[in-house]
């Protein structure tokens, strides 16, 4: 059974012949898609029915194999704006890890295996799939994962994300080791949340998120931080004061499975705005019991002290009577050692909040006030990104 391996010499033919796949061609330079290692992507018009659903079950829904779920949202470039009407073609190997054929399919099709189907977002921009978890290539390095085509409504051509992969897969982290994710629509890296005899994972998807050549363009205002659906990454920030104190802790790694807000204060802080925002957000904390982890993150650079630093949180921890909030810093944004770099904050930016589920960004503000409206939007995005799922046990990994 061929298998679909990405290698260069592909990559390279698919660059050349990329204008050249289907009749969805640009025909200008302002609508051109890049569609570099878009291995298929065209094949998703075979076969798709005219009138496609927000749900779809896959062939292998009722073959043997671990029943899987996969939920999610489609977003416009902001990471905010639901996006109906957008087509997700996918496909994927079976219980075997083969893209096994069935004789009554398109000879051109059959490259993709019986496995495959299409879901168009609903008005909300929601959408679901059902299918079992496929299985790794026999005998190989790649992790399982599901092939992901996007066709937009007002876009000509069709593109691919990033594949669904999945945080418990054995081969994944030697495989993130050797490859860097390139976040085509937000991670594709999947959090699997267990209920009764089913695997269920959240995937949302930002139209055009570092898709080369994509036509539509975001608002920009002030840059800091990294874009809505991409990984929170990893990182270790000094404890003063609160649940891990005097540790050195990463937010993400000890704490990664709950909704979690960082809030970065760099050199320009204003402390009278400061405790308002950590009052404002202690008080998230406690509506929100244990389901949600808050972090101050103060990284002015000038005049670091680490003791003094240290004194400074603790003592306003202590004038706030904060419970639950962990108050951390780091020497700087740009800081290698706590890799406080990888956040990419704008230390010039008077505050950078970054929400985050199971790792994944969700919301992002910059340099907003502690206001009733601004406290209302932050609480409506927890609320707006809580999911269906978000209570369910995960399932134990061996």
Same mark, same amino acid.
């Given at each position: 059974?061929?298998?679909?391996?990405?290698?260069?010499?592909?990559?390279?033919?698919?660059?050349?012949?990329?204008?050249?796949?289907?009749?969805?061609?640009?025909?200008?330079?302002?609508?051109?898609?890049?569609?570099?290692?878009?291995?298929?992507?065209?094949?998703?018009?075979?076969?798709?029915?005219?009138?496609?659903?927000?749900?779809?079950?896959?062939?292998?829904?009722?073959?043997?194999?671990?029943?899987?779920?996969?939920?999610?949202?489609?977003?416009?470039?902001?990471?905010?704006?639901?996006?109906?009407?957008?087509?997700?073609?996918?496909?994927?190997?079976?219980?075997?890890?083969?893209?096994?054929? /069935? =004789?009554?399919?398109?000879?051109?099709?059959? @490259?993709? *295996?019986?496995?495959? !189907?299409?879901?168009?977002?609903?008005? %909300?921009?929601?959408?679901?799939?059902?299918?079992?978890?496929?299985?790794?290539?026999?005998?190989?390095?790649?992790?399982?994962?599901?092939?992901?085509?996007?066709?937009?409504?007002?876009?000509?051509?069709?593109?691919?994300?990033?594949?669904?992969?999945?945080?418990?897969?054995?081969?994944?982290?030697?495989?993130?080791?050797?490859?860097?994710?390139?976040?085509?629509?937000?991670?594709?890296?999947?959090?699997?949340?267990?209920?009764?005899?089913?695997?269920?994972?959240?995937?949302?998807?930002?139209?055009?998120?570092?898709?080369?050549?994509?036509?539509?363009?975001?608002?920009?205002?002030?840059?800091?931080?990294?874009?809505?659906?991409?990984?929170?990454?990893?990182?270790?920030?000094?404890?003063?004061?609160?649940?891990? /104190? =005097?540790?050195?802790?990463?937010?993400?790694? @000890?704490? *990664?499975?709950?909704? !979690?807000?960082?809030?970065?204060?760099? %050199?320009?802080?204003?402390?009278?705005?400061?405790?308002?925002?950590?009052?404002?957000?202690?008080?998230?904390?406690?509506?929100?019991?244990?389901?949600?982890?808050?972090?101050?993150?103060?990284?002015?650079?000038?005049?670091?002290?680490?003791?003094?630093?240290?004194?400074?949180?603790?003592?306003?921890?202590?004038?706030?009577?904060?419970?639950?909030?962990?108050?951390?810093?780091?020497?700087?944004?740009?800081?290698?050692?706590?890799?406080?770099?990888?956040?990419?904050?704008?230390?010039?930016?008077?505050?950078?909040?970054?929400?985050?589920?199971?790792?994944?960004?969700?919301?992002?503000?910059?340099?907003?006030?502690?206001?009733?409206?601004?406290?209302?939007?932050?609480?409506?995005?927890?609320?707006?990104?809580?999911?269906?799922?978000?209570?369910?046990?995960?399932?134990?990994?061996?």
């Amino acid at each position: 059974m061929k298998k679909l391996i990405l290698c260069k010499t592909i990559l390279y033919l698919l660059l050349i012949s990329c204008n050249e796949q289907t009749n969805h061609k640009p025909k200008n330079e302002s609508n051109k898609i890049v569609c570099n290692g878009c291995d298929g992507c065209e094949l998703m018009y075979i076969g798709m029915p005219k009138n496609i659903s927000s749900i779809d079950t896959s062939s292998g829904w009722k073959e043997k194999g671990q029943k899987l779920i996969i939920t999610g949202t489609t977003f416009q470039l902001d990471g905010k704006t639901p996006a109906p009407n957008v087509v997700i073609y996918y496909w994927q190997t079976d219980n075997n890890g083969y893209y096994s054929p /069935k =004789a009554e399919m398109d000879e051109k099709a059959k @490259k993709h *295996g019986h496995i495959r !189907g299409w879901v168009k977002t609903d008005a %909300n921009g929601k959408y679901t799939i059902k299918t079992i978890r496929p299985a790794p290539y026999p005998n190989d390095i790649l992790p399982a994962h599901i092939h992901l085509s996007i066709k937009e409504p007002d876009i000509e051509n069709e593109y691919h994300t990033d594949e669904i992969n999945f945080d418990d897969d054995k081969l994944l982290i030697p495989h993130l080791k050797k490859y860097r994710q390139e976040n085509r629509g937000g991670s594709g890296i999947t959090r699997i949340l267990l209920k009764d005899s089913l695997q269920i994972a959240e995937h949302d998807i930002i139209l055009g998120l570092n898709i080369p050549n994509y036509p539509k363009k975001r608002t920009l205002g002030k840059q800091s931080g990294l874009n809505i659906g991409e990984d929170q990454p990893s990182f270790l920030p000094f404890h003063a004061f609160g649940p891990d /104190k =005097a540790t050195q802790v990463c937010p993400v790694c @000890k704490y *990664g499975r709950y909704h !979690g807000i960082i809030y970065y204060v760099g %050199n320009n802080p204003n402390w009278k705005e400061i405790k308002l925002w950590l009052t404002f957000l202690e008080t998230e904390t406690v509506k929100r019991k244990n389901h949600l982890k808050v972090y101050f993150v103060y990284g002015n650079e000038n005049s670091y002290d680490k003791q003094k630093r240290q004194k400074q949180l603790e003592k306003l921890g202590i004038e706030l009577n904060i419970k639950n909030t962990a108050l951390t810093f780091v020497p700087s944004f740009s800081d290698q050692k706590t890799e406080a770099n990888l956040n990419k904050i704008n230390p010039s930016a008077e505050n950078t909040f970054i929400i985050y589920k199971h790792r994944s960004i969700v919301g992002k503000y910059v340099d907003i006030k502690p206001t009733t409206q601004n406290f209302n939007s932050l609480s409506k995005t927890l609320d707006r990104t809580k999911g269906d799922y978000f209570d369910l046990p995960e399932p134990k990994h061996e």
